[in-house]
């Protein structure tokens, strides 16, 4: 990958200015001087964490990863070079070291984080559910407090269609121009359906016409999903995991050209960036690859990682259990804004500020929780939920085998790739967690009822396209 996407491919800028007319003809632009600048941010301290509340300049940029697991990247103790640039990032940044998604399927895990509520309470489960619109999401919280909104997403599963523009000003998918000869040469069966040097450039664009507005923006990327790279980044050879490996580290590339473009429009000091994902991936530790069929630790370990306006002298990491739904509440109090109050989800700022000073911790952990109905993709059959309770080092596990139930309890503190059941051991705690869980579904959903649409057969071959298995008719 060249040094600027500019320079590589121009005419990503005019699907850029297709994408965002309707965005850039509300304002007068400024195109800058195009040179690429170092990071301009000053030192800070945790003190000044929380005088971020006070600033009334600050942007928020929400980087979503598809599928990217936490323990495939240098800053989460990987021992291969797969993110040199997320690992710069959190070195004088915010690294939560126990980040839990709520789903291994994005439609349900991202409902989940835009809300603040668990999967079995916000109503989308299944491939024909959508948000409901009485759901706050945060767009729509940033919105009312002067921000401006965009969203540039590339998987289907967060369609405008599925309610996920709520409080968007601009919601849309980059237009693909085609592949890279280099990227095509890795995937051939690739259809033209773009990469995430698109969104990048989408957000290039969108940085050179702002003004004085705050605003937000998510780029939803999808490349380490599709297992794309190009030859500078095929490091790891050439099996199923490694051309995973090799994925990340392309879009860490990507995502460092743009954090170069960032800091040359000016907005590196002034904007909260937050780095994530929707779930993880497996590789046969169970026998099974890809994610959406279970919800054990290698589909739902995933990173969180905040960039802050200023640089701190030392990283910060939290070791308490952090999990999906807290990302938005914590963003909400870092910026002084009060988000909704009737989610399960809260803010991580006491856990971030007691790391900071060397405390305790204010609770001892979270309980975290992930949930998926094993029959999302299927029509006219009943739900199958397969769920995790995260307490502490121990996770337990139900799932189904066909018909046949399955439990696991795993302790991490003695089996760190949770791989050895203590089911038939531990009863006791087995029943505990067991206990706390089945408590939970029984809870009634947040917004009165599941709702749903109709989904044609060109979208669910799109989405099929990507990877997931829809069934038929």
Known sequence: MSNSILDKRWPWLVAALAI???????????PGDGNSVADPRQLGSIDDITALAEREDLNVLFILIDTLRSDHLGSYGYERDTSPFLDELAENGILFKRHLSQSSW??????????????????????DHIVSESAEMPAETLKDAGYRTAGIWR??????????EQGFDVYNRPRPLGLPNEVLAKKPTLKGGGNDEDIAASM??????????KWFLYLHMMDVHEYIYDDTSALFGSNYMDIY???IHWVDETIRIMFEHLSDQGFRDNTIVVVTSDHGEAFSERGF????????????EVPLIVSLPFKLEQQLVVETRSRGIDVWPTVFQLLGLSGPEEIDGRSLVPDIMAAGRGEAPPEADRIGYSHLDQNWGQREVEPLQTVAVSDGPLRYVRSFIGSQEVEDLFDASTDDAELQTLTETETETLDRLRALIDAKL?????????????????ELNQLRAIGYDLGEK
């Open 289 to 300: 690859e890809g994610h959406g069929r279970r919800v054990y630790k290698e589909t739902t």
């Open 106 to 127: 994005t439609k349900a895990s991202m409902a989940s984080m835009w809300t603040g509520i668990n999967p079995w309470r916000t109503g989308v489960t299944s491939f």
């Open 442 to 458: 029984e809870q009634t959903l947040a917004f009165g009822e599941h709702e749903t649409r109709e989904i044609g057969e060109l």
């Open 155 to 164: 998987n289907g599963w967060v369609a405008p269609t599925f309610g996920f």
């Open 204 to 213: 290039i664009e969108f940085l050179r016409v702002q003004q004085d507005e």
């Open 245 to 247: 490996d090799n994925s």
């Open 20 to 30: 965002i007319g309707l965005y850039v003809a509300t304002m007068d632009s400024d």
